[in-house]
C-alpha cells in the first residue's frame, strides 16, 4: 500500500527527472508535487500533515499518470494541468485562454495597497487592465468590497475565462469584463486605482523561455519595443482615465531597465515587494500629471 508520502517522493522524483521548471505559481518540483498528488486524490491544497501516512486512493493512480503526462512530456504549468490556480488565497479557473495567475502585485492588492492607497478610503472604480483571467482585479473586488471593478483585455478568450472566474466568485454584481484596446473604452478621470501588467516581453526573450511558458498565450506576454510598447503607452493612457487622487500599479517584471532606457527622465520608484517580484511601480495620478506636463512621458 502507497501513502501520500510515498507518492510525493516519487512524483518529487519524476518531475526533477524530467527538467520541468517552476515558473508558475510553485517554487520547486516538492511544491508542484504537492498541487499534482492533491489534485489527482480530488483534496484542496490545505491538508493536516496526519495525511502523509494515510493510503493514496488506488482510483487516483490513472489520474495522476495523465497529470504526469501532461506536466513532464507536454510540458503544460501545474496550473493548465488543475485548470486550477491559487493566487492571494483565492481560487481560480485556469487554462490556456490565459497566463497562470502568478502576478507579486496580488499580494500588495489584497493589502488593500497599503501604503499607497489611504487607508479606509474606498475605491468607486477600480480597473484591471491587460486583465486575462481576471485574477488580479477579482483579489481587488475582495479586498475592496465597496468597489466597482472593471476587467478589460484585447483578447476576447481571455475575457471569456474572466467571465467565468467572475461567476465562481459570485462577483457579477460588481465585477464585468470588458473588450477594449488598453484603457481606450474608459472614461477620462474615473479611475481610482488602475492595476496594469501588459505584456512586457520582447521578441528575442519569447524565443529563449521554457517551454512551459511556450504553452500561455504569446498575445499576453509579447510587446513591441523590448516589451516596453504596452507600458509606455499605458502610463500615457493614465494621465486621462485616472481620477485626481488616482493610483497606477504597473507591473512590467524584468522589463523595467528597458522601460528605463525607454523613459530615461522618468523617476520611476521600483517597490520592494514582501512576497518577491521585480519591475513593479506605485505611480499617483499627480506624478503623472507631472511627468506629462513636463514632456517626459
Same mark, same amino acid.
Given at each position: 500500500?502507497?501513502?501520500?508520502?510515498?507518492?510525493?517522493?516519487?512524483?518529487?522524483?519524476?518531475?526533477?527527472?524530467?527538467?520541468?521548471?517552476?515558473?508558475?505559481?510553485?517554487?520547486?518540483?516538492?511544491?508542484?508535487?504537492?498541487? +499534482? /498528488?492533491?489534485? #489527482? *486524490?480530488?483534496?484542496?491544497?490545505?491538508?493536516?500533515? &496526519?495525511? @502523509? !501516512? =494515510?493510503?493514496?486512493?488506488?482510483?487516483?493512480?490513472?489520474?495522476?499518470?495523465?497529470?504526469?503526462?501532461?506536466?513532464?512530456?507536454?510540458?503544460?504549468?501545474?496550473?493548465?494541468?488543475?485548470?486550477?490556480?491559487?493566487?492571494?488565497?483565492?481560487?481560480?479557473?485556469?487554462?490556456?485562454?490565459?497566463?497562470?495567475?502568478?502576478?507579486?502585485?496580488?499580494?500588495?492588492?489584497?493589502?488593500?495597497?497599503?501604503?499607497?492607497?489611504?487607508?479606509?478610503?474606498?475605491?468607486?472604480?477600480?480597473?484591471?487592465?491587460?486583465?486575462?483571467?481576471?485574477?488580479?482585479? +477579482? /483579489?481587488?473586488? #475582495? *479586498?475592496?468590497?465597496?468597489?466597482?471593478?472593471?476587467? &478589460?483585455? @484585447? !483578447? =476576447?478568450?481571455?475575457?471569456?475565462?474572466?467571465?467565468?472566474?467572475?461567476?465562481?466568485?459570485?462577483?457579477?454584481?460588481?465585477?464585468?469584463?470588458?473588450?477594449?484596446?488598453?484603457?481606450?473604452?474608459?472614461?477620462?478621470?474615473?479611475?481610482?486605482?488602475?492595476?496594469?501588467?501588459?505584456?512586457?516581453?520582447?521578441?528575442?526573450?519569447?524565443?529563449?523561455?521554457?517551454?512551459?511558458?511556450?504553452?500561455?498565450?504569446?498575445?499576453?506576454?509579447?510587446?513591441?519595443?523590448?516589451?516596453?510598447?504596452?507600458?509606455?503607452?499605458?502610463?500615457?493612457?493614465?494621465?486621462? /482615465?485616472?481620477?485626481?487622487?488616482?493610483?497606477?500599479?504597473?507591473?512590467?517584471?524584468?522589463?523595467?531597465?528597458?522601460?528605463?532606457?525607454?523613459?530615461?527622465?522618468?523617476?520611476?520608484?521600483?517597490?520592494?515587494?514582501?512576497?518577491?517580484?521585480?519591475?513593479?511601480?506605485?505611480?499617483?495620478?499627480?506624478?503623472?500629471?507631472?511627468?506629462?506636463?513636463?514632456?517626459?512621458?
Amino acid at each position: 500500500m502507497q501513502t501520500f508520502r510515498t507518492k510525493l517522493s516519487q512524483v518529487e522524483s519524476v518531475l526533477q527527472n524530467a527538467g520541468v521548471y517552476c515558473g508558475h505559481g510553485y517554487e520547486s518540483v516538492a511544491d508542484e508535487a504537492v498541487a +499534482l /498528488v492533491l489534485g #489527482a *486524490a480530488g483534496l484542496l491544497p490545505e491538508q493536516p500533515t &496526519s495525511l @502523509l !501516512d =494515510q493510503p493514496f486512493p488506488e482510483d487516483a493512480d490513472t489520474q495522476l499518470a495523465n497529470l504526469l503526462d501532461r506536466r513532464c512530456v507536454q510540458r503544460l504549468p501545474v496550473a493548465y494541468c488543475l485548470q486550477e490556480a491559487y493566487l492571494a488565497g483565492l481560487r481560480f479557473i485556469s487554462d490556456d485562454r490565459a497566463l497562470v495567475p502568478r502576478s507579486p502585485v496580488s499580494h500588495a492588492v489584497a493589502e488593500c495597497l497599503s501604503p499607497w492607497w489611504p487607508e479606509h478610503k474606498v475605491p468607486s472604480l477600480i480597473v484591471d487592465v491587460c486583465c486575462g483571467g481576471g485574477s488580479l482585479g +477579482l /483579489v481587488a473586488a #475582495a *479586498a475592496f468590497p465597496g468597489a466597482t471593478v472593471l476587467l &478589460s483585455d @484585447l !483578447d =476576447q478568450q481571455a475575457l471569456s475565462l474572466a467571465t467565468e472566474n467572475i461567476i465562481l466568485h459570485d462577483q457579477s454584481d460588481r465585477v464585468s469584463a470588458l473588450r477594449a484596446d488598453l484603457t481606450s473604452a474608459i472614461q477620462s478621470g474615473c479611475v481610482d486605482i488602475l492595476l496594469a501588467n501588459p505584456p512586457y516581453v520582447s521578441r528575442a526573450e519569447i524565443a529563449q523561455l521554457p517551454p512551459e511558458y511556450r504553452a500561455e498565450p504569446r498575445i499576453a506576454l509579447e510587446a513591441d519595443a523590448e516589451g516596453t510598447e504596452l507600458a509606455v503607452s499605458l502610463l500615457q493612457e493614465a494621465v486621462r /482615465v485616472l481620477a485626481p487622487d488616482g493610483l497606477m500599479l504597473l507591473e512590467v517584471g524584468e522589463t523595467w531597465m528597458a522601460l528605463e532606457d525607454r523613459l530615461p527622465r522618468v523617476p520611476f520608484l521600483w517597490l520592494e515587494l514582501p512576497q518577491g517580484g521585480s519591475g513593479v511601480a506605485a505611480i499617483s495620478a499627480q506624478e503623472l500629471r507631472d511627468w506629462d506636463a513636463a514632456g517626459i512621458l
